[in-house]
C-alpha cells in the first residue's frame, strides 16, 4: 500500500488501541495515598528525560538533515519540558535540584527504543506511537489536576506541553510518510508500534497495579 494509506490506517489502529489506555471508567479515581501530583510529575521527570535522551542518541546516528533536525526539536523540546516540570515542582514545594529520576537506571520502553536502529523504526515507535500515547496520557493527567484543584500543572500541560507532544507526533507522521514507503519497511514500523504501544500498556497495568497511578503524564 502507498506510504499514505500505510500512515492512516496505522493511525486508526491507534485510535482504537488507545482507547485501552484511555480509562473512562477510571477517570474518577479516589485520590489517595501517594497518588498527588508532585509525585507524578515526578514520574514525568523521568518520562522527560528519557524522551530527551532518546532523541539526542537518535539525532547523531542518522545522515538525513530532516530526521537530525526533527530530533533535535524534539530533544530540546523534552528538555524544556524537563526544566517547566522541576520549576513547577519548586512551586508546589519539591525541590527536584538533587533529584535524579535515572538514579534506579532506565525503564523498559527507553531499552526498547534505543535498540531500534532504523529510522522508519524509530520514527514509527518513538515519535508517532510513543507522542500519541503521550497526548492520551496527558489529557487524563490534566483531567488529574483539574480535580486536584491544580491550575498552574493543568495550565502547563494544557498551553505547552500537550501541544508539544502532539507536534512530536506530526514529525512522527510525516517521517513515516517518506520512509514507510515499501512493504518490508511498513512491516518493520508496524512491529515497532506495536511493541510501543504494548509496552505502554505493560507500564500502565504495572503502575496500576503498583500504586494505583493511571495518569502519569507521557512525553
Ligand atoms: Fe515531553
Ligand atoms: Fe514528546
Not at 528525560?49 to 539526542?56: D, L, V
Not at 500537550?162 to 512493504?183: I, N, Q, V
Request: net charge negative; glycine share 6%; with cysteine.
Amino acid at each position: 500500500m502507498t506510504a499514505e494509506e500505510f500512515v492512516r490506517r496505522l493511525g486508526e489502529e491507534h485510535q482504537t488501541l488507545l482507547k485501552r489506555l484511555d480509562p473512562a471508567a477510571t477517570l474518577t479515581p479516589e485520590v489517595s495515598g501517594d497518588l498527588t501530583v508532585v509525585n507524578l510529575l515526578k514520574v514525568a521527570l523521568k518520562n522527560e528525560i528519557e524522551a530527551t535522551e532518546i532523541a539526542a542518541r537518535w539525532l547523531v546516528t542518522t545522515d538525513d538533515v530532516d530526521v537530525k533536525m526533527a530530533f533535535a526539536r524534539q530533544a530540546g523540546d523534552e528538555a524544556k519540558h524537563y526544566r517547566m516540570i522541576a520549576d513547577r515542582l519548586r512551586e508546589l514545594g519539591f525541590d527536584a535540584r538533587g533529584f535524579n529520576p535515572i538514579a534506579k537506571g532506565y525503564g523498559p520502553l527507553f531499552k526498547y527504543l534505543d535498540g531500534l536502529e532504523s529510522t522508519v523504526e524509530r520514527v514509527a515507535a518513538g515519535q508517532f506511537t510513543r507522542e500519541a500515547i503521550a497526548v492520551v496520557k496527558n489529557r487524563q493527567f490534566i483531567e488529574f489536576c483539574d480535580r486536584a484543584g491544580d491550575k498552574g500543572t493543568a495550565t502547563l500541560y494544557r498551553d505547552v506541553i500537550e501541544p508539544d507532544e502532539r507536534f512530536h507526533h506530526e514529525l512522527g507522521r510525516a517521517l513515516l510518510l517518506r520512509y514507510a514507503t515499501s512493504p518490508e519497511a511498513q512491516e518493520r514500523a508496524r512491529r515497532a508500534a506495536a511493541r510501543t504501544l504494548a509496552l505502554a500498556e505493560e507500564l500502565q497495568a504495572t503502575a496500576l497495579a503498583a500504586a494505583g497511578v493511571h495518569h502519569a503524564p507521557g512525553c
